[in-house]
């Protein structure tokens, strides 16, 4: 009897023609996630991980954290299916457990099995009544469920299984570029993304000095967050300060964040390009800000052609803080450093901007070549989620 893992898919049993490659990407997955760890197969039903005895716990760990994964179950395999020796190991490991009451539950995926599933199950619960004293079935609310299936090359028995957090495999939707702020909004709406399938790279906004090298660096611990999902992440760092600069000196204020934003948005399709993502991501929500009304989304929207994607689009504050908290981000979102829209932020803000006064107010600075210059000079850095913590810079 072998001790191994298996996966149940989920969602992806719906996706019939690409199945063969969404199971390709989510083994990829896992195996960049456990490295050396452990050695997988699969097939239509299942995925097998087999790790070292003591490394269970860890491995499970890690398959908790991994998208397209439906459940995870820790089983026994047996390659001799005949019945007796599937009743006798049934015995042999429910003699370990402390339970009052069971049921017994067979899934048949073998169909030329000689004995039909119906009465396998009643037969091994039979078997159990028998061999094991003080036991009872209840079929509603069981302390213990032995699930058998019978396949074709093997029975597997279990018990217990913990839940994977479904989804897509990450990069089997394709990429797309995050704008990741230091605020509680974007790394939710990037783990949301992530869940979809969709590989992130992050792109932030610095304005130095009037931003801190600290808030960078809090932008780089929710970047390493978010590669937990993502298997790694790439964040573009944009210096914004000129642009930032000359929209200050020649735009009048109630202005400056809209135009930013399309500055934002403009790069951000840029790097999208490059990179050949597909979509941008960010973490506006209807309503919450000036910038953030349907004529403002509409007006910082028109200067690009990608589809832009919202997933808190539609939450409430407080509905975002609940996932924060969940990815374990929230408590470095609400450290208190500076971002480049908090710095000049205008007293009154225009809630319905007009596309001909922003077209109008942009052509008084060269923002093409500014645009040119801030993409040139990108840094691009590499995160993974067992970086060094970036915390003690904070
Ligand atoms: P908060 O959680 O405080 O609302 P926020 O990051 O959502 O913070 P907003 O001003 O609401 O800040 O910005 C809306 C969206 O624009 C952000 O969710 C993020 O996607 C993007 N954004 C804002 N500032 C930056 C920045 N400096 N770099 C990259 N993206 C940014
Ligand atoms: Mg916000």
Redesign the pocket.
Known sequence: MQKVIFLKYGELSTKKDNRNFFLKVLHDNIEKTLKNDVNITYDYGRMFISTKEGNFDNVIGKLKNIFGIHEIVVAYKIIEKDLDNIKENIIKLLNNKDFKTFKVEVKRSDKSYPIDGMTLRKVLGAHILKNIPDKKVDVNNPEVIVNVEIRLKEVLIYFDNFKGLGGYPVSTLGKGI?????????PV?GYLAIKRGVKIEA????SPPHTSEAALNK?KELAKKLALYNIDIKLHVIN?TEIQEAIYKNIPHEYLITIM?RM?YRISAIIASRRGAKVI?????IG??A??TLTSMNVINEVVKIPVIRPVACFDKLE?IELAKKIDTYDI?ILPYE???TIFVPDHPVINPSKEKCQEYENLIDYDSLIYEAVKNERVITITSEDETFKDLL
């Open positions: 995050l704008m990741l702020s230091g605020g509680i909004d974007s709406a792109v932030y906004f610095e932008v914004f934003r934002f991501i960010n973490g506006e929500s919450q800000v910038s953030q975002i979102s971002d480049c829209c």
